[in-house]
């Protein structure tokens, strides 16, 4: 009786998406930023987070000019860089941030129309 390997496929594929997935998280680092707020218990719940000269609703996100999910909650405001920012690279290699895209581009110093490869540990 020959046995059918197609149920083995979907495992053999998250197994190597989780490989790389792992990957990139030790080739690239993240940012967050958590700025709590304090408050008296005995006044009532904020209806908004301050963050500097803006006012935002509580449980409300939003991305700033420089790329940070944003999220105001009842503790305060949290934000984290939506982008990762590549640690790991070959050496002749520059890593510029565009704001626009909110990407980062890993190019070659000697020919910047020339993307690096990561360096893979």
Known sequence: ????????LPRNCLAIAALALGSLAI??????????MRRDRAQPQPEVC???????PINSTWI?????????????ITCCSV???????????????N???????VRRTDNGT????????
Request: glycine content about 2%; some cysteine; overall charge negative.
């Open 27 to 36: 080739l690239c680092n993240a940012t967050c930023i958590e700025n709590r």
């Open 50 to 56: 301050i963050n500097g000269s803006e006012e935002r």
């Open 114 to 121: 020339k993307e690096c490869l990561l360096a893979y540990m």
């Open 99 to 105: 704001k626009t895209s909110c990407t980062y581009d």
């Open 1 to 8: 009786m020959s046995r059918d390997n197609t149920s083995s």
């Open 64 to 76: 700033t000019e420089d790329c940070m999910n944003c999220t105001c909650t009842l503790t305060g």
């Open 83 to 97: 982008s990762l920012m590549p640690i790991a690279y070959e050496e002749a290699c520059k890593v510029t941030f």
